[in-house]
């Protein structure tokens, strides 16, 4: 009898549902595949995670192999190595393949990492308003979301003391139904620093824009300021600038890099195409 049994999968940079017989092993040799497995502490059958233009991801229990010929991706992936952020994937090994075997030979790295979320589970990719503000982040060239401020949260709670206690905000003329000029007005009442006004003006923009209601009152405001949507921001810029601190511009962001955890958190999940500084030596041959 056939399987009915489906699995979601990026293919190609687009969702996919794929069947059991697609859900196969890595083109490699069963060779090469036990060398990977005993080099990267890989346990158990594999199975088709999904593909991007240059490599591809298979599950081995709860660790990723993934197989790429992208160059800065494994050199971004060998700086972060070891180290943990909530937003980020964590990578345990990264290394070369050895050259003997002849299997796609343009794909020369392997990237270990912890699974993230159900690769199973529609739900674990970012929910709608989620990937609307992951491809805001993407478009945007505001360098702020590689440096962002270590607690978002606190500028939420001093905008909205600063709209209940400064009345004069809502006194400043707008026009064209422009009200960025009172947002500003916010900014700098509320005692934010460049760096955490830019942050703040930054999400205010993705999930807000600059007309409508929102400053025509404190009321207005604070409800303005009670959206779900400021916390993607915060944890997309968060691992971005995780990232840079540890010298990997990532500037490929999008949705399908992204998944989201039971709880809501958000983790980049592929550094691909990323610029790094300083470089970084891939010498751990596999063997």
């Known amino acids: ?22 859900v196969k092993k890595p ?52 700086k972060i190595a070891g180290m943990s952020h909530p937003n980020v994937y964590k990578i345990r090994k990264v290394g070369q393949r050895q050259r003997q075997f002849t299997e796609m030979p343009n794909q020369r790295y392997v990237i270990i990492y912890d699974l993230v979320g159900d690769p199973d589970a529609k739900l674990s990719y970012p929910p709608k308003e989620a990937q609307d503000i992951i491809q805001s982040l993407h478009n945007t060239a505001e360098s702020i979301k590689y ?45 934010m620093n460049s760096s955490e006004g830019k ?10 824009g600059y007309y409508g209601d929102c400053m025509d009152n404190a009321e207005n405001v604070l409800r303005c300021l009670d959206d779900k949507r400021y916390d993607y921001v915060d944890q997309v810029c968060k691992g971005l600038t ?4 540890n010298g990997i511009m990532f500037k490929d962001l999008k949705t ?32």
Do not use: H
């Open 27 to 78: 083109p490699l040799s069963e060779e090469e595949i036990e060398i990977i497995k005993r080099w990267g502490g890989l346990e158990g059958e594999s199975m088709f995670l999904g593909s991007g233009t240059m490599g591809s991801a298979y599950l081995f229990g709860d660790k990723v192999c993934k197989i790429t010929s992208d160059d800065a991706e494994a050199m971004a992936a060998a």
């Open 199 to 208: 942050a703040f003006m930054l999400a205010w923009m993705f999930v807000n």
């Open 147 to 191: 440096n962002w401020t270590n607690n978002f949260p606190a500028l939420l709670e001093k905008a909205a003391q600063t709209a209940q206690n400064e009345p004069s905000i809502f006194d400043i003329q707008i026009k064209g139904g422009n009200y960025l000029p009172r947002l500003e007005e916010l900014v700098r009442l509320s005692g």
């Open 242 to 245: 995780f990232l840079s601190q």
């Open 256 to 287: 399908t890099n992204v998944l989201s955890l039971d709880d809501g958190t958000l983790v980049i999940i592929d550094i691909g195409k990323s610029v790094v500084r300083g470089g970084s030596a891939i010498f751990d041959q596999i063997k």
């Open 1 to 22: 009898m056939e399987s009915t049994n489906k699995y979601n999968r990026v293919v190609l940079n687009e969702i996919q549902e794929l069947n059991e017989v697609e």
